[in-house]
């Protein structure tokens, strides 16, 4: 029996990595919002972090977004607009745009929770925003009526007229991400796949570049201070002002930080080496993790990754689909007679191109499709009203069943003896 020690016994009490999970996600979501600078069309300047407000987005038009990220266990009940946090929320807003008049474009409140909306009333977050936006007064109200009493409420607390509080609802955006606060950094891969210029990454690549643009966002939001600059000692200088601007250039992330990120990444030479000696365990998606695995060390392509990932829920949710209309046997004798099927172009996808050492995964990929939409063309009408994304989904649930590799054969993470 192993003697207890701290490196041998959880303390299961001490809240110290949720509270530091709950603040990587609030930097994740800055990651995010600073990926769309390279990423839109009509792209926003910069993000500011924890200036004000948890983020500021800085618009192409000179105008400003403010985000507040609110985090909330999932196994909690649903957030109401009552709640203290939701209305502490909405009183900084009021008090930021009286601060700044004219400068915010909108505001919005971020949660990986959900808000509650079983009810139309005054709980109902989205409800409540709906009602300003289409009638933005309370004149004429009596004094007891709760759309008048939630204006008041904020006044109170804001310091502020019926007017403002009213103007700041009505640019009041919401945005329920509905997820642990643990699995936001594949949000984050997922909009660095978004960017046509990281569309031909490999998955490791993505994770890695994740994790240095989380990494800028975190320091940023925690540049309060400005560091020895010999700008503050100039002769003539005001020190407060100089300070000042220093501070704020730590803070602000713009596009050309963020391509300087992702260049750094688009120059990395790929080598032969095993996902395990940049990867661990907990940077696989959760759900297909040999998938992503062995189509990341055979070098596909992360966005190639992703999308075969939504094919093989697509390809589960017509098994379910199946077992309802047909029965369990003969959707179970449907879905073995695709996987054959599917198992063969595999095998011969990676005959045709596999090459010992080499990442020959993309080139397995493009020819596994071609092989799929040409057996769809030929056997589409005994394929049981399946589409060729379907055969591609059921060769990702190969993949993860280990019936197919997109590589020499490796030790899988989290699977050695």
């Not at 502490?88 to 008090?95: E, Q, V, Y």
Request: a negative charge; one cysteine or more; glycine letters at 4%.
């Amino acid at each position: 029996m192993i003697e207890p020690s701290p490196t041998s016994v959880l303390d299961e009490k001490d809240p110290g990595d949720e509270v530091i999970a709950r603040f990587r996600y609030q930097f994740c979501i800055a990651a995010i919002n600073a990926l769309r600078l390279v990423s839109q069309q009509d792209p926003d300047t910069s993000i500011i972090c924890e200036n004000f407000e948890d983020l500021i987005v800085e618009t192409s038009e000179g105008k400003f977004i403010a985000v507040q990220v609110k985090t909330k266990a999932r196994d909690l009940a649903k957030i109401r607009f009552t709640e203290e946090s939701v209305q502490k929320s909405l009183t900084r807003f009021i008090k930021l745009d009286k601060q700044f008049p004219e400068k915010f474009q909108s505001f919005q409140f971020v949660t990986n929770h959900d808000f509650w909306e079983e009810k139309e009333n005054f709980g109902n977050f989205p409800w409540v925003l709906e009602q300003f936006r289409a009638a933005p007064t309370v004149k004429n109200l009596r004094k007891t009526s709760p759309k008048r009493c939630v204006v008041s409420d904020l006044c109170d607390r804001a310091d502020a007229e019926p007017d403002e509080v009213i103007s700041v609802l009505c640019r009041t955006e919401i945005q329920a991400r509905r997820e642990d606060i643990r699995s936001i950094e594949r949000a984050v891969e997922h909009s660095i796949v978004e960017c046509h210029i990281c569309s031909e990454l490999q998955h490791k690549t993505v994770v890695l570049l994740a994790r240095d643009i989380i990494s800028a966002a975190a320091s940023a939001s925690t540049k309060g201070n400005a560091t020895l600059a010999s700008q503050l000692y100039a002769i003539g200088a005001d020190f407060d002002e100089v300070f000042s601007e220093l501070s704020l250039k730590d803070k602000r992330i713009t596009k050309d930080d963020v391509e300087a990120l992702i260049s750094a990444h688009l120059g990395t030479t790929e080598q032969p080496v095993q996902l395990g000696q940049l990867l661990t365990a907990e940077d696989l998606p959760k759900g297909l993790p040999r998938m992503f695995q062995k189509m990341s060390q055979g070098g596909v392509q992360a966005r190639r990754i992703y999308h075969t990932q939504d094919l093989v829920r697509g390809f589960e949710k017509l098994q379910v689909e199946w077992t309802l209309r047909y029965g369990a046997d003969k959707a179970r004798d449907m879905v073995s007679d695709l996987m054959a099927r599917t198992l063969t172009d595999c095998i011969e996808a990676q005959s045709e191109v596999e090459q010992a050492g080499q990442k020959y995964g993309p080139l397995q990929f493009t020819r596994l499709k071609e092989l799929l939409e040409a057996r769809y063309v030929r056997e589409k009408d005994s394929l049981y009203g399946c589409k060729s994304d379907h055969l591609l989904g059921a060769a990702g649930a190969l993949t993860e069943a280990c019936k197919v590799w997109w590589s020499d054969e490796f030790e899988l993470l989290g699977e050695g003896a």
